[in-house]
């Protein structure tokens, strides 16, 4: 009897708990919701298709690194973006970030450096990986390099 008394008190606390979750990822999902509405006039389908009960997170995390206390100047932020979404590739997001970039004062040149830089990254990659460099060995010569080229440029 003590047993059954104890399993129907974990499933009500278990029920009242979730049920408290769900109203508060509700209403979060709608404050989300009606923020972004009123940043970009509409609810863009990137969202939409975003998980309810996460959508208040990655909203979030979306103003953050979109904020203007951001590091790196919004231009700039576009490009690396550019050149990551070319390399996955994903057709949304090069056209989502190009025209940012583009919105936030990028070149046509600026833009086509973005994506060879990207392009340059991902080739020395597939060299090193392919060829598995030894990554110590690598980072050594590296700070060599960088050591060399340091105090040859103080001549």
């Given at each position: 009897m003590k047993t059954t008394i104890k399993?129907?008190?974990?499933l009500i606390t278990i029920f009242l708990i979730s049920?408290?979750?769900s109203a508060q990822d509700n209403k979060a999902y709608e404050k989300a919701k009606t923020e972004i509405q009123e940043q970009f006039g509409v609810f863009p389908t990137m969202f939409k298709v975003y998980?309810?009960?996460?959508l208040a997170g990655a909203w979030e995390n979306f103003k953050q690194l979109n904020s203007p206390t951001s590091k790196i100047?919004?231009?700039?932020?576009e490009l690396l973006q550019l050149a990551v979404a070319s390399q996955?590739?994903?057709a949304y997001c090069i056209y989502f970030h190009t025209a940012s970039a583009k919105a936030f004062g990028a070149t046509d040149e600026e833009i086509q450096e973005a994506v060879?830089?990207?392009?340059?990254?991902?080739?020395?990659?597939?060299?090193?990986?392919?060829?598995?460099t030894?990554?110590?060995a690598f980072k050594a010569e590296f700070d060599a390099m960088m050591k060399y080229m340091s105090e040859k440029s103080k001549k």
């Amino acid at each position: 009897m003590k047993t059954t008394i104890k399993k129907v008190c974990l499933l009500i606390t278990i029920f009242l708990i979730s049920t408290t979750l769900s109203a508060q990822d509700n209403k979060a999902y709608e404050k989300a919701k009606t923020e972004i509405q009123e940043q970009f006039g509409v609810f863009p389908t990137m969202f939409k298709v975003y998980p309810k009960h996460a959508l208040a997170g990655a909203w979030e995390n979306f103003k953050q690194l979109n904020s203007p206390t951001s590091k790196i100047p919004p231009k700039y932020r576009e490009l690396l973006q550019l050149a990551v979404a070319s390399q996955i590739p994903c057709a949304y997001c090069i056209y989502f970030h190009t025209a940012s970039a583009k919105a936030f004062g990028a070149t046509d040149e600026e833009i086509q450096e973005a994506v060879a830089q990207g392009a340059a990254t991902r080739q020395w990659s597939m060299i090193l990986q392919g060829n598995q460099t030894d990554l110590a060995a690598f980072k050594a010569e590296f700070d060599a390099m960088m050591k060399y080229m340091s105090e040859k440029s103080k001549k």
